[in-house]
């Protein structure tokens, strides 16, 4: 191979730092690998490893030596080829501050506005918002108020559009990004720890930690622009990189390739591609295109735009978006811009800065890839220069895409957008215009998700001048992404409206004719949907110019209008115009209580500023032992079946590989995890039981390659001579296939449900509700490192929640005892309960494999095995019948309920006694049920956050509603009838209802309609929805009870000589500040000593790691009461040290006038007082159960078009008790509300018909986004005063509030039902019972709502349009 273009030595930094690699022997290792692998910095973290999540996030800064400038941009390590950062700068979150050199005031105030919780995401996001201001800044906007970036609002809420949090719920990190924004008002942030409300802006920016603009850019090391300006380069051999700088450099290259067959080579520019592909192959060679100057170049002259292939999206959108462009005429301008604004929609911001417009094309013409950009670019004319040899070409973009495959060689060097203004003939009529707009339906409206469909259109149109109407004189519609090969014209379609005068008729055989052509491939899921969206675009396009619809359009006026218009939006008071422009909002309101100071206050959540820098160590980040190695999980695909053996592939490389664990490797038990119900094996012995489940451990030594090796894995299955297995819970009753459900399990019965149904005036009989499943998505997947010690010992780290027992399977496992095995947690990076159980086997494996090999073992599972494995919450199906009276009181329940709870028991037995906790929050009158734990040959479910309370929360309100639409009366009337009184209270909830005071529900629930204007927002949700045709409102209140226990938890707390304390709890800090509030406690019980003040006391206290061996009985961190037990287990030590101290401290008090904490201390410790105390809280057995409370009223908005939903406001009235920290149980309740949205609204867990998950990534799992949490969210806290049970009054906030989330579906149905109304309205019919009790499902994604909406809406509205003329 010549040397054209071959990359020497690669020189880059990283936070200053200068590295040099001579041999990149792996040119596939990317950037986060590197990052990860071989430098200290630790704080890019792997989330997902496909460009979709935002933890690997780093500042990419680029030196242009010509023009001596620095260019920055965010982009994914994940996807970032390490070769391609020659020359370039890195900054991560450490290098944008750290704890040594000063934390940035990003990280300052990340911790003040409470936006970490367990903090995984946050380097990432911290990165983002950092690339946004060095960006923003230098730019010549006008100067910023002091203390301000030039960033706006808006941008300031994007910058974090792709980042994806699990804890928080974003409300406090756009917060927390807004604050640098020079338009904020300091008014619209929420709660945090600088200021307290009422003071002047000016008071509040001088608390914040102080920003100066001009000091905003990122610094490019001397070294590296001396070394760029130089042109150094070291020569190096096994090289397989090639940066070419010109088009010749690359022919010679791939003429030399061409000689040299065999060779397999790889093109790239940003290699966001393999975000997609995730190819596992390695290639011989890999040609870097974006130094070839041709191919980066953006021309723009009259005739168009010609964008190199090799010029990153955001550039292009850039170039695009310009304004003052001179040479263009108006209406190509418009275009550009559109196109622009949809291209912002593409991925993320931080794909989108590496991720080229050629590449984005290419993936759509060689493998298919739904893009946006192929559609968008179709109806506007793109010419495609591309090169084949020495040969170019130009082709128009359709016969671009219409070509088969181009080979490997082929290149795209450009792309030509032309002009409209000056391709048209006729532009000098003054009545003729260009319509242009492009459309895109995905699940979130910012990008980050690949659309069901996407579309452009572009029309000329004549305006007749006897006024009869709108000629389309001709048109041109895109139709893409939506299970087709390549984005579509519709030509019949086009064929019919050109020259047609456009009419209510006309428009509708057009929807009919398209209707027949946008047809998806077989096997796309949902095609009726998608169909549907392209009916519904193009009426949106063209309804406007129809006179008759232009009246009811609400606001959709799409196209450009260039010139005065007589096409006017009727953009009514409640149009699209009005919603807020602004991503999210809200107002929290806390009430403050001094009584067990600093217990109470809103502090900063512990270790959350070096979160943000990624200082924070987290299980991945612990560096390798010597020697260590890596495992990976070979599973079963088949649900059930003898495993017969295991093969690699033939053919395929298993470098690196060292063993294959499997049964026959367990010197103990075959045990991988254990829960208070039963075992599951750590591996299958013989027969596979469900998908997913382990069959082996592969080990090598790296992590890719023991995820290459057990993706080459094949596993020789048998299933002869055994049963079929059993996949759903039907199928589980059919073969009575059940956990057994012991009589204390059982939950509890009420009244005599045949009276019930006696007294009742109305029934429903045998309705059915399905619910599916759930995964975590913690950011940080399963992960451990295993430690081998002397003597058969062995140390573990693990991220997990249940320590205690981990050790004790894996003791088990390996056949010691467990005194030989040393659990160690310090945080982990989410858990939402999938780190309980479910963490043991992962934990378990890497202790055998390092056992019997005798070498440290580590894991971090990728994202698709994790998802594979997780199994995620209980899918459910009930069916139940319900009596009521005319009023909707009702009067008797009785359910089937069938819980599929997997192969293994895990926590299952739980699950009924949970589900109908939350389900009694009403009174039913009587209630009655059977309650089956299917088992199945699918992965056993787990906790999940509110396991089983969420699924009976959401049973109850779907009965309430399908009361109430079978009464056709308002739902929110039949809710209130049936609230409990605090007698029916004490009646469903024996033992946890506490004392009538304790019941708080009815006050809030009249409170919250109050403040949130309820009742008044009700009535102008009618008015909305009488004058809105596409867009109806819906609005619901829904109360919560939730019932919890508090579980025994130990507690340590030591003080050392130098009066520095260190505490130590059974809990885990899992994000959800309990060692925040472990820590106000300790100061709050050590100050009743009265030897300091507390604030002192507080920054003494350091609450360290879990250890099974130093504190044991941790037991499991679960049920939202771990904070507050733990708080109360070193409550009882400090009493202990206290009532030690006092007789020391009066006998000192004696000799001086006060004794500092540090004397007092000191003296103990010379007077052999015993520092240290331990205690096991065990709550009293009448106060282990109680209840909690909250409402929430959603207001929701539907397209009935797409079938979108945007959830425009909540207001959340939480009763938290006395909270131990407000800021903290704030947190916990948007981020559980948050969490409870995406199971509502947005994350669907499919399998196959093996029931193996699909849905195994962020392409195909979607988690809320900043952009789809509500518009205004406004929460507060009620401090309900004293609980005596109470740990200092407190009452849980982990789980309660994510039930409220079913407020949204609620919503949702109210606006679905105002849709279907009008949908009959169309048919001649206003009211039709069967109409109102539909079933939502849930999810309640895009195509449900709009399936319930009417797929056939748009052409059934114009039906009914003609019929009335
Ligand atoms: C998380 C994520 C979300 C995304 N969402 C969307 C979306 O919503 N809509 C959408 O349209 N796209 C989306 N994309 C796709 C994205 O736009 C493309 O990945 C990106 O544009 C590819 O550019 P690249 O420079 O990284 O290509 P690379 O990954 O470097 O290359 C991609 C492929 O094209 C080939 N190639 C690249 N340039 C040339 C050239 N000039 N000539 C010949 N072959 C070439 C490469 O060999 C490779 O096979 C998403 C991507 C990610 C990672
Ligand atoms: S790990 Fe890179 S984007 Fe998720
Ligand atoms: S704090 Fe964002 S994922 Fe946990």
């Not at 196109?339 to 991720?355: D, L």
């Amino acid at each position: 191979m010549g040397e054209a273009g071959k990359q020497r030595s690669l020189v880059f930094a990283v936070n200053g730092r200068r590295y040099e690699l001579l041999d990149v022997d792996d040119p596939s290792i990317t950037l986060l690998e590197f990052l990860r692998s071989q430098t200290p910095f630790k704080s890019v973290k792997l989330g997902c490893g496909e460009g979709g999540c935002g933890a690997c996030i780093v500042l990419l800064s680029k030196y242009d030596p010509v023009l001596d400038q620095v260019e920055d941009s965010a982009v994914s390590s994940c996807l970032t080829l390490l070769c391609s950062v020659n020359g370039c700068s890195i900054t991560t979150a450490e290098g944008v501050g750290n704890s040594k050199d000063g934390f940035h005031p990003i990280q300052e105030r990340f911790a003040g506005f409470h936006a970490s919780q367990c903090g995984f995401c946050t380097p990432g996001m911290c990165v983002s918002l950092f690339s946004a201001l060095v960006n923003a800044d230098k730019t010549n906007r006008p100067e910023p108020r002091p203390g301000f970036s030039k960033l706006t609002v808006s941008e300031a809420e994007k910058a974090i559009a792709g980042n994806l949090c699990r804890c928080t719920g974003y409300r406090p990190i756009a917060d927390a990004c807004k604050s640098f924004a020079a338009d904020v008002d300091m008014e619209d942030l929420g709660l945090n720890s600088f200021w307290k409300n009422g003071e002047s802006d000016e008071a509040k920016l001088s608390r914040l930690p102080s920003y100066n603009h001009s000091n905003a850019s990122s610094k490019f090391p001397e070294f590296l622009k001396k070394h760029i300006k130089a042109g150094a380069t070291l020569a190096s051999q096994g090289s397989h990189w090639y940066s070419p700088a010109s088009v010749e450099e690359l022919q010679s290259l791939l003429q030399e390739n061409e000689a040299n067959d065999g060779t397999s080579m790889k093109i790239i520019v940003g290699n966001t591609g393999m975000g997609y592909y995730k190819e596992q192959e390695s290639y011989d060679m890999y040609i870097d295109l974006k130094y070839i100057l041709e191919l980066s170049i953006i021309r723009k002259d009259q005739t168009g735009i010609e964008i190199g292939a090799a010029v990153t999206i955001s550039k292009a959108i850039e170039a695009m978006k310009e304004e003052n462009e001179g040479d263009f005429h108006l209406e190509s301008k418009t275009v550009f811009q559109k196109i622009a604004a949809h291209m912002e929609k593409i991925a993320s911001g931080f794909v989108r800065n590496s991720g080229s417009v050629g590449g984005n094309l290419m993936m759509a013409q060689r493998k298919h890839f739904p893009s946006d950009i192929a559609t968008i670019l179709l109806p506007v004319g793109t010419i495609m220069n591309i090169m084949t040899g020495r040969k170019i070409e130009k082709l128009t973009l359709e016969e671009f895409l219409g070509r088969p495959p181009l080979d490997s060689k082929t290149i795209l060097l450009s792309i030509k957008i032309p002009c409209w203004g000056s391709r048209r003939d006729i532009s000098s009529e003054t009545d003729t215009k260009l319509l242009f707009d492009t459309y895109r339906a995905a699940l979130r409206p910012l990008g980050n998700a690949l659309p069901y469909l996407n579309a452009a259109f572009l029309a000329e149109v004549s305006f007749c001048t006897n006024s009869t109407g709108v000629r389309l004189n001709n048109c041109q519609l895109a139709f893409g992404g939506y299970g087709t090969r390549r984005p579509i014209r519709a030509r019949k379609v086009e064929e019919f409206l050109t020259g047609k005068l456009l009419s209510v008729g006309v428009l509708y055989e057009a929807t009919k004719l398209l209707g027949t052509i946008v047809i998806p491939e077989d096997g796309t899921s949902h095609p009726s949907y998608r169909t549907s969206l392209a009916v519904g675009y193009l009426y949106e396009f063209l309804s406007p110019l129809i006179d008759t619809l232009a009246e009811i359009s609400d606001g959709f006026l799409n196209g450009i209008l260039l010139k005065d218009s007589k096409i006017k939006p009727s953009c009514d008071e409640f149009g699209k115009n009005q919603l807020p422009t602004l991503l999210s909002s809200g107002k929290q309101v806390i009430q403050l209580s001094e009584e067990y100071h600093p217990v109470g206050k809103p502090i900063t959540k512990a270790g959350a500023a070096i979160q943000a820098s990624g200082e924070a160590i987290y299980v991945d980040d612990i560096p390798s032992p010597r020697n260590c190695l890596h495992g990976a999980f070979v599973y079963s695909t088949e649900p059930l079946a003898r495993v017969k053996g295991i093969k690699f592939k033939p053919g395929s490389s298993t470098v690196g590989v060292t063993a294959l664990m499997t049964v026959k490797d367990i010197p103990g038990k075959n045990v991988g995890s254990k829960s208070i119900f039963g075992e599951e094996p750590l591996y299958a012995d013989e027969i596979a039981q469900c998908v997913g489940d382990r069959i082996a451990f592969v080990v090598a030594g790296t992590q890719k390659h023991a995820d290459l090796a057990a993706n080459i894995a094949v596993v020789d299955y048998d299933k002869e001579n055994l049963e079929p297995p059993i996949l759903s819970v039907e199928e589980a009753v059919d073969r009575c296939s059940f956990f057994e459900l012991p009589p204390s399990l059982y939950p509890l019965q009420f009244g005599d449900f045949s009276k019930g149904m006696d007294a009742a005036d109305h029934q429903i009989l045998s309705a059915q509700i399905e619910l599916g499943s759930q995964y975590y998505f913690y950011m940080e997947t399963q992960t451990a490192l295993a430690v081998p010690d002397e003597d058969n010992c062995i140390v573990v780290y693990s991220s997990n929640q249940v320590p205690e027992f981990t050790q004790d399977t894996i003791a088990q496992c390996l056949g010691v005892p467990g005194h030989n095995v040393r659990v160690v947690t310090r945080r982990i990076g989410g858990g939402f309960g999938g780190k309980a159980i479910k963490a043991i086997s992962v934990a378990t494996a890497c202790a055998l494999a390092a056992y019997k090999l005798q070498r440290p073992v580590r894991i971090y599972m990728n994202r698709k095995t994790d998802m594979i494995m997780a199994g995620g919450r209980h899918p459910m199906k009930i069916t139940y019948s319900v009596g009521f009276k005319t009023n909707g009181k009702i009067t008797a329940l009785k359910l089937n309920i069938l819980i599929d709870a997997g192969i293994y028991s895990d926590v299952s037995l739980a699950i009924p006694g949970m589900m109908l906790g939350a389900l009694k929050k009403y009174d039913w009158g009587a209630l009655s049920f059977d309650v089956k734990l299917c088992k199945t040959n699918l992965p056993s479910r787990s906790a999940m956050r509110a396991p089983g309370d969420l699924q009976g929360s959401f049973i109850a309100e779907a009965i309430i509603e399908d009361v109430a639409s079978s009464l056709s009366i308002e739902v929110d009337s039949v809710r209130n009838v049936n609230l409990h009184t605090y007698n029916s209270l004490d009646f469903f909830y024996k033992s946890s209802a506490g004392e009538p005071m304790e019941y708080t529900l009815p006050a809030i629930w009249d409170k919250l309609a109050t403040s949130s204007s309820f009742y008044q927002r009700t009535e102008m949700l009618k008015e909305f929805n009488r004058r809105n045709t596409w867009r109806k409102r819906g609005i619901s209140r829904v109360p919560i009870v939730h019932e919890v226990s508090v579980r025994a938890t130990p507690g340590k707390v030591s003080i050392l000589h130098d009066g520095s304390i260190v505490v130590e709890v059974g809990g885990i800090e899992l994000g959800q500040g309990l060692w925040t509030k472990v820590k106000q406690m300790t100061a709050y019980a050590l100050s009743l000593i009265q030897c300091g003040g507390t604030e002192e006391l507080s920054k003494k206290v350091r609450v360290i790691q879990a250890d099974t061996l130093s504190l044991i009985q941790g037991g499991m961190t679960a049920g939202s009461t771990t904070s507050e037990s733990s708080c109360e287990a070193v409550r009882l030590c400090c009493n202990v040290l206290v009532e030690r101290l006092t007789s020391l401290k009066e006998k000192l008090l004696q000799q001086m006038k006060s004794i500092e904490w540090e004397t007092l201390i000191f003296q103990a410790y010379l007077n052999s007082v015993n520092l240290s105390a331990s205690s096991y809280y065990v709550p009293d057995s009448s106060s282990t159960h109680y209840l909690n409370y909250g409402v929430a009223v959603s207001e929701v908005e539907v397209n009935l078009l797409t079938g979108e939903t945007t959830t425009l406001r909540t207001d959340i009235l939480y009763d938290c008790g006395q909270s131990l920290n407000p800021a903290v149980d704030l947190g916990q309740i948007e981020g559980a509300y948050v969490q409870g949205i995406g199971f509502f609204m947005l994350e669907e867990y499919p399998t196959n018909t093996n029931g193996l998950v699909i849905a195994n990534g962020t392409w195909t799992y979607k988690i809320p986004t900043v952009d789809t949490i509500p518009k205004q969210f406004n929460v507060e806290i009620l401090n309900s005063g004293h609980h005596k049970n109470r740990v200092l009054s407190s009452k849980a906030s982990g789980e309660p509030p994510l039930l409220l989330a079913v407020s949204v579906h609620c919503a949702t149905r109210a606006a679905i039902k105002e849709a279907r109304r009008q949908l009959l309205s169309w048919s001649g019919l206003d009211r039709d019972v069967s109409n109102s009790t539909f079933k939502l499902q849930v999810p309640a994604t895009m195509p449900v709502v709009k399936e319930l909406c009417g797929l056939d809406g748009v052409q059934r509205f114009l039906q009914w349009t003609m019929g009335r003329k």
